[in-house]
């Protein structure tokens, strides 16, 4: 039984920072493509960022070079480390895993609509000014 389970949302300031861990537990596959999604209240989930198994990260616009994504995979551990935080990032963050084909990009040119089998239940961040 495939598990993720996210932490490490809460409260901080504009400008502040928060990392997100989840920790991924019953999966197996030699390409896959793991990823942090988020949704606010009244807007529909987004992609935030996502890496595969080779290590290959994608981000959406609105977090590049603010928000970096990571795995353990000794740990069976994805991050996501958030910087330079803003009251438009606060969401219900979501940790998301598949499994894909060999054939790059293993992520997909459509990763971002979340077309993912596994979820975690969420993580809140809250952010304000």
């Known amino acids: 039984q495939v598990q993720l389970v996210e932490s490490g949302g809460g409260s901080a300031l504009a400008g502040g920072s928060l990392k997100l861990s989840c920790v991924v537990s019953?999966?197996?596959?030699?390409?896959?493509?793991m990823g942090w999604f988020r949704q606010a209240p009244g807007r529909q989930r987004e992609g935030v960022a996502v890496?595969?198994?080779?290590?290959?990260?994608l981000y959406a616009d609105s977090v590049k070079g603010r928000f970096t994504i990571s795995k353990d995979s000794a740990k069976n551990t994805l991050y996501l480390q958030m910087n330079s935080l803003s009251p438009e990032d606060t969401a219900l963050y979501y940790c998301?895993?598949?499994?894909?084909?060999?054939?790059?990009?293993?992520?997909?040119?459509?990763?971002?609509?979340?077309?993912?089998?596994?979820w975690g239940q969420g993580t809140q961040v809250t952010v304000s000014s």
């Open positions: 019953g999966f197996t596959a030699a390409n896959y493509c």
């Open positions: 890496i595969n198994n080779s290590g290959v990260k």
């Open positions: 998301a895993a598949d499994r894909r084909g060999p054939s790059p990009p293993i992520c997909g040119t459509t990763w971002y609509r979340g077309d993912f089998a596994y």
